[in-house]
């Protein structure tokens, strides 16, 4: 059966395929890869190690070789396992690095066996260069709202309030498995930057740019991962909704919001050195020494007021963006951020009739 070529990886198109196949190998693959795309690999990580110093150091001819026994071994596997249940009009799009040769292996083999095949032409340069030029060269257009704040205001957990009413959102912080703060890398582990980017580039094909979409104030990183410049340039001149409640009611929320950092003293003393302006030794001793005597209510509210809250303030001063309207609590339990979810719906339906 004749192979077929595309260069096309828009989400309307790839909806023509039953399944996208990434050949590539396992590391490669965790670094960063079409959403959606199954990793069958046609050599993995020191298969391909090996394949390449053989080519380097002695000669091609041996490195393929070895390389196309181990190929052979591979596919012969997935044909066996990932692919046994697969029917004959199974559908795939196939991709390795540059559309070379392990790309070219699978799509041969899979196409013999009567499966109409199709090549990702340039492969995952082809998907990557597309991610680029729309997260940093093409604007977006889109209606972004901000959902603002002093820290502890609850505002991620109102913004999935939203997402289960059916408003639009899109979740930078879960994107980038990381929650804003000093503190929001206890206990997750960031993707990549690519991997981020590819996340949240599927993320807003999912969603009507016409309408509007609500995400978290944050700055230009999210931990180290970076807000592409598409979106933080949208976000630089979004309206937004400011989200108040007292220190207390914040200190209280916060406990209960980071239980799992609490329960790990050794990276909450680390994420301490890590302040960006040195607090000085009285009070960091003094906010260490809540933490070790489990004063997790009072540690919350010494950060917030001599660290957090500054740093809002003074980027607030300067904040021009237009503001929609002040939300303010009197606490942060489910049912105040229900009823915060409740008025930003008005909120948005005021905006959905003003398009």
């Given at each position: 059966m004749e192979i077929r070529h595309t260069e096309a990886v828009d989400a309307q198109s790839l909806k023509y395929y039953d399944a996208i196949l990434d050949v590539r190998s396992p590391g490669?693959?965790?670094?960063d890869?079409?959403?959606?795309?199954?990793?069958l690999p046609v050599l993995d990580d020191a298969e391909?190690?090996?394949?390449?110093?053989?080519y380097v150091q002695q000669s091609r001819f041996l490195a393929r070789r070895i390389g196309a026994a181990h190929?052979?071994?591979?596919?012969?596997?997935?044909l066996e396992g990932a692919l046994a249940d697969r029917p004959a009009s199974f559908r795939p799009l196939i991709y390795c690095w540059r559309g070379g040769q392990r790309s070219n292996a699978m799509a041969t083999i899979l196409s013999q066996v009567g499966w109409p095949v199709t090549l990702l032409t340039g492969?995952?340069?082809?998907?990557?260069?597309?991610?680029?030029?729309?997260?940093?060269e093409e604007a977006q257009n889109l209606r972004l709202v901000l959902l603002d704040g002093h820290t502890g205001t609850a505002k991620t957990e109102i913004l999935g309030r939203l997402a289960a009413r059916g408003l639009q959102t899109l979740d930078l912080e879960g994107l980038a498995a990381h929650r804003g703060s000093l503190f929001g890398a206890i206990g997750r582990e960031q993707p990549s930057q690519k991997m981020f980017?590819?996340?949240l580039l599927a993320e807003l094909d999912a969603l009507d740019p016409a309408r509007p979409i609500f995400v978290e104030a944050e700055s230009s990183k999210i931990g180290e991962r970076m807000t592409p410049p598409v979106i933080w340039k949208a976000m630089q001149a979004a309206?937004?909704?400011?989200i108040t409640a007292p220190l207390d009611a914040r200190a209280r929320y916060l406990v209960t919001a980071y239980g799992d950092i609490i329960r790990n003293p050794v990276e909450l003393d680390a994420a301490f050195a890590r302040l960006p302006v040195y607090p000085g030794q009285k009070r960091l001793e003094n906010w260490r020494g809540l933490a070790g005597a489990g004063a997790f209510e009072e540690l919350a509210s010494a950060l917030m007021e001599h660290h957090y809250d500054p740093a809002y303030d003074r980027?607030?001063?300067?904040?021009?963006?237009?503001?929609?309207?002040?939300?303010a609590l009197s606490d942060l339990s489910a049912g105040s951020q229900e009823r915060a979810a409740d008025e930003i719906m008005g909120l948005a339906a005021g905006l959905d009739s003003a398009s």
């Open positions: 490669e693959f965790a670094e890869h079409m959403p959606g795309a199954e990793n391909r190690a090996e394949v390449g110093t053989i190929v052979a071994r591979n596919i012969a596997r997935h492969g995952y340069k082809t998907y990557r260069r597309t991610v680029t030029a729309r997260l940093y980017e590819s996340r309206p937004r909704v400011e980027s607030a001063r300067k904040d021009q963006r237009p503001r929609l309207g002040v939300i």
